[in-house]
């Protein structure tokens, strides 16, 4: 048992280095200075370890220190008058949740991958050795911070000693039941994947953990100990049962697939985003078209994703009508409203910049472009032809901004509707500006994510995102929207400003568009 | 006409992977291109599609008017993981593709017809791709690429998602096909390339040379050949 612990151990510590050394690979700038040759080399595999360390120490520590402090001790200290058995309590009860949420034992690992599934580690001794190790890091690692904050919150000190057995207590018992649970139902707990009543019981167990300590429970200390004890004494005697245990290699074989293990966070980011584009298409009611050539693949394209283009924008415009409505109806009810949304409209117009920016389907449509459409339609020539490109780009770009003013038009018509409704204003263009400011940054937004699409297209036929220009200007967009909400500028002169910039990007950003996007658009 | 190729380098950072590639490839000949794993075949097909800029050397068309650039028109490549636009019906793609290729296409069958020489069954024609197994997305690619009658067909290792019986049906097909066509095949599997190809052209060391196969054994073929991709004098 103990040379499969320090095996898999040592398997761990060569992996977390190679990653170390992969990590800085990548890096943009400085990634070309670490050669392969690091891999093999002694002196940093002696680093990687002492770093490895500290991660290790940290993984035993640390997360106890965050758990006991800001959940248990922090929630406890404002139940004022029995700080005492509110720690009790929370404690008992997280514990419980601990038990679904921290199982270990059903938590496939990278590490449990390798030493299992490729390594063909003794499956038994690899989950024993590695489910001890982690108990007796929750014993150690509980210990200071239970003793340390228990004793401010004036535990008595028998139950401070007793806590982290009771919480290893809970663990083992709930992991001998689902141990339990696959020899009887050949049922497989994934801790990553709790099901619907699991989480109804993490729900409700959390909300108790909370609510208890409100009521005064007269000897809770000694009902906790006998708590304690019980939950020990049986914990003790179900150990038997864990090492007894024979199915751990057929529970490893369901639970360690690809499809639970993430092996490579950026191919499963890439899984998902590809996943999700493929769903984004419509094979019920598959409608057709009458249409020839590029109106008919272009048509069928915007038929077959309106699930994410115009189902969705229909139902941005409904939400849109409804918020207006209720804001109507409220100015109508309490007229001491009036007064803050009229300074809204006056004053808060960059504020509905984030929200144009939000409600615009640019980026998911332009994802979901590449994904499902251009990806495969770039590998074949004709579809590179400059003449090509620039007929599906103005198509696109018409139905893109079509769908979009949707939305907008509800809101553009919405603004100063309200604006009027809370008392208007002596200055009637603002009515005007608000419209025509919305409408410009509905269009804004469109004309945007498709033209930097075009000229940047950022990936590669493996899907990999390959241009930091399009990631940096997409944050860019995003952090400029952002901190707009904090200014707040009269609507006339923000709204004119961001007529007059949209009108000025819509035309530069065409005018590059069909110069530039014929040679720029390829895949990478 | 001829597809010539003309000092041909392409790298990656600071791998050499096509270091000198010349080659007349001919009309009415099926070319197997055989090397070793990361020789760079497809580096060699994506450089011909201008998928990939070369870093030197030219390459162009010869016919009867002479010299040429390659146009969009005169190629068809096949990829080996086959992409498809998966939101279309099998139908839809191949609608499409006859609409716009129609000008210089030979002669025109109907949507049915080209699903019938794929063999593909009734049932799958108007489903979405998305649901095409692989086999099924490597026949409608290979199927859309001899409907726009490109004169040369570049085909990445197009067989192997085929079960056997389609493999039969798809080689015979490449076979009819060649006449009026330059097919440069890539494929690991050698025999496959003995089977169906009539010249062996092998990428070694970022150079492409051309297997003499006259009045050789197949077995001294098979040797020749192992020996050239080893790297071997003869």
């Known amino acids: ?524 | 006409m001829k597809l010539e190729l003309h000092h041909i380098e392409k790298r990656f950072d600071d791998k050499e992977v096509l270091k000198d590639v010349s080659f007349t490839f001919e009309e009415g000949h099926i070319y197997g291109l055989l090397g070793r794993n990361g020789a760079g075949k497809t580096t060699l097909f994506n450089c011909i599609n201008e998928d990939l800029k070369i870093d030197g050397g030219e390459f162009f068309i010869e016919d009867d008017k002479g010299k040429r650039k390659i146009t969009s028109e005169d190629i068809g490549y096949v990829l080996s993981t086959p992409i498809v636009p998966e939101f279309l019906t099998g139908r839809e793609f191949l609608k499409f593709f006859i609409d716009i290729n129609r000008n210089h296409m030979k002669e025109e069958k109907t949507i049915d017809e080209y699903f019938e020489l794929m063999k593909i069954e009734e049932s799958d024609r108007d489903k979405l791709m998305k649901d095409y197994s692989h086999g099924m997305k490597n026949k409608m690619q290979l199927l859309v690429n001899i409907i726009a009658n490109p004169k040369i067909l570049l085909l990445d290792e197009p067989l192997t998602s085929f079960d056997v019986v389609v493999a039969e049906e798809m080689k015979g097909l490449l076979k009819q096909l060649k006449h009026d066509h330059i097919l440069i095949f890539s494929t690991h599997i050698m025999e496959l390339a003995l089977d169906l190809c009539d010249e062996i052209v092998i990428l070694n060391h970022g150079i492409l040379e051309e297997i003499d196969r006259h009045n050789l054994e197949r077995n001294e073929l098979k040797d020749k050949i192992i020996s050239a991709l080893k790297g071997e004098e003869e």
């Not at chain 1, 584009?277 to 994703?305: M, P, Q, V």
């Open chain 1, 1 to 524: 048992m103990i040379t499969t612990f320090f095996l898999s151990f040592r398997l761990k510590l060569t992996y977390r280095k190679n990653s170390i050394i992969y990590a800085f690979q990548q890096f943009p700038l400085i990634g070309k200075y670490f050669s392969n040759s690091l891999y093999g080399n002694r002196g940093i595999e002696a680093l990687v370890n002492v770093i490895s360390a500290l991660i290790e120490l940290s993984s035993i520590f640390l997360g106890k220190l965050l758990f006991i402090s800001l959940m248990v001790f922090l929630p406890a200290c404002l139940y004022k008058e029995n700080v005492a058995s509110a720690f009790l309590i929370i404690l008992f009860f997280l514990t419980i949740v601990g038990t679904w949420l921290n199982t270990n034992m059903f938590n496939p690992t990278k590490d449990k991958y390798y030493a299992i599934v490729l390594m063909r580690m003794d499956a038994k001794k690899e989950a024993i050795a590695e489910y001890g190790y982690f108990l007796l890091k929750m014993i150690i690692g509980m210990y200071p911070f239970v003793c340390l904050f228990g004793f401010l919150s004036h535990v008595p000190w028998y139950l401070c000693m007793l806590a982290p057995w009771m919480v290893v207590g809970f663990k083992v018992l709930s992991t001998s039941y689902n141990l339990y649970l696959y020899k009887r139902k050949e049922l497989i707990v994934n801790e990553n994947k709790p099901t619907p009543i699991v989480w109804g019981l993490i729900i409700l167990f959390t909300v108790l953990a909370y609510i208890i300590p409100l009521c005064a429970i007269p000897g809770i200390e000694w009902i906790m100990l006998c708590c304690y004890l019980l939950v020990i004494i049986l914990g003790i005697t179900m150990w038997k049962y864990i090492v007894n245990f024979d199915n751990y290699f057929t529970i490893y074989k369901k639970l360690l697939t690809p499809n639970h293990v993430i092996l490579n966070a950026k191919s499963t980011q890439q899984d998902t985003l590809r996943k999700n584009a493929l769903n984004a298409i419509d094979n019920k009611n598959l409608e057709t078209s009458n249409k020839k050539g590029y109106s008919f693949f272009h048509e069928l394209f915007i038929k077959r994703h309106r699930k994410i283009l115009t189902t969705s924008a229909h139902n941005i415009t409904l939400v849109a009508f409804a918020v207006t409505c209720i804001a109507a109806l409220v100015l109508v009810i309490a007229p001491d409203a009036k007064k803050p949304v009229n300074s809204v409209m006056m004053n808060f117009l960059p504020y509905f910049l984030f929200i144009m920016y939000l409600l615009n389907r640019g980026s998911t449509v332009t994802q979901a472009m590449f994904m499902n459409c251009d990806h495969s339609m770039l590998t074949y020539r004709f579809y590179r032809q400059p003449k090509t490109i620039l007929e599906l780009f103005r198509r696109r770009i018409v139905d893109i901004v079509k769908i979009n003013l949707e939305p907008a038009l509800v809101i553009a018509l919405a603004l100063p509707f309200l604006l009027w409704l809370s008392g208007g204003t002596s200055e009637s263009l603002n009515y005007i500006v608000l419209f025509v400011s919305i409408i410009s940054m509905a269009v804004f937004f469109s004309v945007h994510h498709l033209v930097i699409y075009y000229l940047l297209q950022p990936y590669n036929i493996n899907m990999e995102m390959k241009s930091p220009a399009y990631q940096v200007i997409n944050w860019g967009t995003y952090f400029i929207c952002y901190y707009m909400m904090d200014l707040k500028m009269p609507t006339m002169i923000f709204g004119s400003v961001m007529i007059v910039f949209a009108v000025t990007y819509v035309l530069i950003s065409l005018f590059l568009a069909y110069r530039y996007a014929p040679k720029t658009f390829h895949l990478k």
